[in-house]
């Protein structure tokens, strides 16, 4: 748990969300720049000021792609494995890779396809949002 001392250095720092300050070792607060796009930790532009569309958590909205799904489909291949052979009795090894292999069949593309309805929602809400913002 951070001490008051601590706290109140913190606040320093970062005051109303945007005003950063130095403080220097004799107790005066110097105001800083705030960091501008190039400064950014991964040196893109941030998303609200590119007019990037941005999912809940604020980061910007990525593209449906097959690298994800795949990435997907390797979390849940031995999910769906585990529970194959818990449900079924008597199964033989290439009965369970068969019927693993046949339900990634229809997960995968269903993945993408639930991936790229969801792109396609939030990018025509952004597009709602931007144009309702110009009209007003």
């Not at 990037?52 to 849940?76: H, M, N, Q, Y």
């Amino acid at each position: 748990m951070p001490s008051r001392k601590q706290k109140r250095k913190r606040e320093k720092l970062k005051r109303h969300e945007y005003e950063y300050v130095l403080e220097t070792d004799e107790g005066e607060e110097i105001p800083i720049e705030k960091p501008r796009a190039a400064e950014t930790a991964n040196g893109r532009a941030p998303a609200k000021a590119s007019g990037e569309p941005l999912d809940r958590r604020g980061r910007p909205l990525e593209k449906p792609s097959f690298r994800r799904v795949l990435r997907r489909s390797a979390i849940f291949t031995p999910l769906i494995a585990i529970f194959i052979y818990a449900t079924t009795r008597d199964i033989t090894i290439p009965a369970l890779v068969f019927n693993v292999l046949v339900l990634l069949a229809f997960f995968m593309p269903f993945s993408y396809m639930v991936d790229l309805f969801v792109y396609r929602m939030l990018l025509r809400r952004h597009e709602r949002e931007r144009a309702g913002g110009r009209a007003r």
